[in-house]
């Protein structure tokens, strides 16, 4: 009798057991299972993004920089063009350095490829040491300039501050908006001629 007792409760207890197992312990561990594979995705997801926000902050560190590097090409080569202030700095550098401007006038402008030269013709007085830190003064201006088509010769009627007289082409430089830039025309392929084979 004792025996069937026992039985009895050795039965229950697997029943209760697989129950439990079946009911409770085999889903959770198929939802812990899920939670764990949601978390190894949730953590590579992460790091993909870490991944990508390092290279946008070096896209954005690079952006600057070429943003900068722009800023400091347009002080030396300008966008658009300032003509008066341009040949206002000339003069007042000319008037500085105590040269008499004989001649001070633009000239046509030429196209380039992405930039515009634009030619300034001048003829001053003065003496050596004084056309040397005008064109010191030149040189170290922000913007670029290039001297063209130098001469220079000794006045006939010297005075103090007034021996010689120089001529010379400044040249400066733009760069041409977009929209002015001129695209090579698309060529369009020849048509090919067929020829006819007569029998």
């Known amino acids: 009798m004792k025996n069937k007792t026992l039985t009895t409760y050795l039965l229950l ?8 197992y079946f009911a409770y312990y085999k889903p959770k561990q198929a939802s812990l299972k899920t939670v764990r594979n949601e978390r190894i995705q949730a953590e590579q997801q992460v790091e993909i993004l870490r991944v990508k926000k390092r ?7 690079e952006l600057v920089s070429l943003n900068a590097s722009l800023s400091e090409l347009e002080t030396i080569i300008p966008q658009k063009k300032e003509t ?15 040269l008499d401007l004989v001649r001070f006038a633009e000239d046509r402008e030429t196209a380039r490829d992405f930039y515009t030269e634009w030619p300034i013709p ?13 064109f010191d003064r030149i040189l170290h201006f922000p913007r670029i300039f290039n001297i063209d088509d ?13 021996t010689i007289t120089a001529s010379f082409t400044l040249k400066s430089y733009f760069f041409l908006e977009q929209a002015m830039i001129k695209k090579p025309a698309p060529t369009r392929p020849r048509p090919v001629k067929q020829e006819r084979n007569e029998f």
């Open 13 to 20: 207890g697997a029943i209760v057991a697989g129950l439990f």
């Open 55 to 61: 290279q946008l902050d070096a896209i954005e560190a």
């Open 84 to 98: 008066s202030d341009i040949l206002r700095n000339i003069q007042q550098m000319a008037f500085d350095q105590q």
């Open 122 to 134: 001048i003829v001053v007085n003065g003496t050596y040491h004084n056309l040397a830190q005008f």
């Open 150 to 162: 130098f001469s220079i010769k000794a006045l006939s009627d010297q005075r103090s501050g007034n």
